[in-house]
């Protein structure tokens, strides 16, 4: 398996890797050590690798950098990868590569070791028309550093032997296995079925990463994810939103902001860098979250109301998603305050349509197949 080295890309995966393992194969993932113990606990072999660049990105950079940015560090990033991947597996090549669309380097470990390869993609997929239609969003291409970054690009796959470009190699896959819920995928019906599979949300058992005791009041939870944190604002605003409404508000701030920075919290209110999600929603009356597509997969797949706060990239778009299916509403990020904020959770909280409608696509999200169903197309590749 490969991926970058993200919540957002690694979380999704790690129920099909422990269904593989129940299954009996033999399941590799490079990880960087941060994401060991999560591999390790699927019964996967972890393959240590470093990660050399500074980190994950924190939303003010991804924003200002834009795609460019990304694609910069991914490229860094497979680099790296690849050369330690190709060393520790020497004389021990895989049957199979699974890999997403950040995980270049097993991309192209696949392609030059001539192996089965499939996508395992946590993210909506290109439709008919998508190219036309996001043209504009990569125009960046054809400016002296997105050529720069071509030419960097072009020449780590001449330096490994691939023997295409960087548009070639990063073109569509030949199989993919589409892990979130096919409501979320625009232009569904514009998709290639016969490429693309898709197996609904792949939630797995987080057990060990602890529990949340169930609150005598209504419990909101309010996340932007793992990147997008660094939003000091926002989290004064929920607080002033939500403090003396009655409600539990669990605020998961991450790691780019300081607790301390947001001052002296009233008791209705909890503030911490992580908490296990999975099981504070199991308890959640609503969650407000910037609508990344694990984020999204997890609120339908406990049937909870949502409060899409977009920041940036797939966000945009999964975001009004969310409120066109009728499971919550969409609150764009520049309009909010905190009593926009404060009236929106009331709303979906309280709307017996919206209630409706998460039900409805809990039931879909946890009957689409999942990890199972993703294991099995893994496997009809076997030779």
């Given at each position: 398996?490969s991926?970058?080295?993200?919540?957002?890309?690694?979380?999704?995966?790690?129920?099909?890797?422990?269904?593989?393992?129940?299954?009996?194969?033999?399941?590799t993932?490079?990880?960087?050590?941060?994401?060991?113990?999560?591999?390790?606990?699927?019964?996967?072999?972890?393959?240590?690798?470093?990660?050399?660049?500074?980190?994950?990105?924190?939303?003010?950079?991804?924003?200002?950098?834009?795609?460019?940015?990304?694609?910069?560090?991914?490229?860094?990033?497979?680099?790296?990868?690849?050369?330690?991947?190709?060393?520790?597996?020497?004389?021990?090549?895989?049957?199979?590569?699974?890999?997403?669309?950040?995980?270049?380097?097993?991309?192209?470990?696949?392609?030059?070791?001539?192996?089965?390869?499939?996508?395992?993609?946590?993210?909506?997929?290109?439709?008919?028309?998508?190219?036309?239609?996001?043209?504009?969003?990569?125009?960046?291409?054809?400016?002296?550093?997105?050529?720069?970054?071509?030419?960097?690009?072009?020449?780590?796959?001449?330096?490994?032997?691939?023997?295409?470009g960087?548009q070639?190699?990063?073109?569509?896959?030949?199989?993919?296995?589409?892990?979130?819920?096919?409501?979320?995928?625009?232009?569904?019906?514009?998709?290639?079925?016969?490429?693309?599979?898709?197996?609904?949300?792949?939630?797995?058992?987080?057990?060990?990463?602890?529990?949340?005791?169930?609150?005598?009041?209504?419990?909101?939870?309010?996340?932007?994810?793992?990147?997008?944190?660094?939003?000091?604002?926002?989290?004064?605003?929920?607080?002033a939103?939500?403090?003396?409404?009655?409600w539990?508000?669990?605020?998961?701030?991450?790691?780019?902001?300081?607790?301390?920075?947001?001052?002296?919290?009233?008791?209705?209110?909890?503030?911490?860098q992580?908490?296990?999600?999975?099981?504070?929603?199991?308890?959640?009356?609503?969650?407000?979250?910037?609508?990344?597509?694990?984020?999204?997969?997890?609120?339908?797949?406990?049937?909870?109301?949502?409060?899409?706060?977009?920041?940036?990239?797939?966000?945009?778009?999964?975001?009004?998603?969310?409120a066109?299916?009728?499971?919550?509403?969409?609150?764009?990020?520049?309009?909010?305050?905190?009593?926009?904020?404060?009236?929106?959770?009331?709303?979906?909280?309280?709307?017996?349509?919206?209630?409706?409608?998460?039900?409805?696509?809990?039931?879909?999200?946890?009957?689409?197949?999942?990890a199972?169903?993703?294991?099995?197309?893994?496997?009809?590749?076997?030779?």
């Amino acid at each position: 398996m490969s991926t970058t080295a993200q919540h957002g890309h690694v979380n999704p995966v790690l129920p099909v890797l422990a269904e593989l393992v129940a299954r009996g194969h033999r399941v590799t993932y490079p990880v960087p050590d941060r994401f060991s113990d999560a591999v390790a606990a699927t019964g996967a072999t972890v393959l240590p690798i470093r990660a050399d660049h500074p980190g994950p990105m924190v939303g003010e950079e991804l924003a200002e950098g834009g795609v460019l940015a990304g694609r910069q560090r991914l490229l860094v990033e497979a680099r790296s990868a690849y050369a330690q991947m190709t060393a520790e597996l020497d004389g021990d090549m895989p049957d199979i590569v699974a890999y997403d669309s950040t995980g270049w380097a097993g991309k192209a470990l696949a392609r030059l070791h001539d192996r089965p390869a499939i996508e395992l993609a946590p993210h909506v997929v290109p439709w008919e028309g998508f190219a036309e239609q996001y043209a504009a969003h990569y125009d960046f291409l054809d400016a002296p550093s997105g050529r720069a970054w071509q030419h960097d690009m072009n020449a780590w796959l001449a330096e490994i032997g691939v023997s295409m470009g960087n548009q070639e190699f990063l073109g569509s896959p030949d199989r993919s296995v589409v892990l979130i819920p096919a409501a979320m995928q625009p232009h569904l019906d514009r998709v290639d079925q016969e490429r693309y599979t898709f197996v609904g949300p792949v939630i797995g058992d987080r057990s060990r990463q602890g529990t949340w005791p169930e609150p005598d009041r209504p419990l909101l939870l309010v996340s932007l994810g793992s990147t997008f944190t660094d939003r000091p604002g926002f989290w004064r605003d929920c607080v002033a939103a939500m403090h003396g409404t009655g409600w539990l508000t669990v605020l998961a701030i991450g790691s780019n902001v300081d607790p301390a920075d947001l001052g002296d919290l009233p008791e209705d209110v909890i503030a911490r860098q992580w908490v296990p999600q999975l099981a504070v929603l199991e308890h959640a009356s609503a969650f407000v979250t910037h609508a990344g597509m694990g984020a999204c997969s997890e609120g339908l797949w406990h049937g909870v109301p949502m409060v899409a706060v977009p920041q940036a990239t797939d966000q945009i778009v999964n975001g009004p998603r969310l409120a066109e299916l009728g499971v919550g509403e969409l609150l764009p990020a520049g309009e909010l305050t905190p009593s926009r904020l404060r009236d929106a959770v009331r709303r979906v909280s309280s709307s017996e349509i919206i209630a409706n409608s998460c039900a409805e696509h809990q039931r879909i999200a946890r009957g689409a197949g999942g990890a199972a169903a993703a294991a099995d197309e893994i496997e009809s590749l076997v030779r």
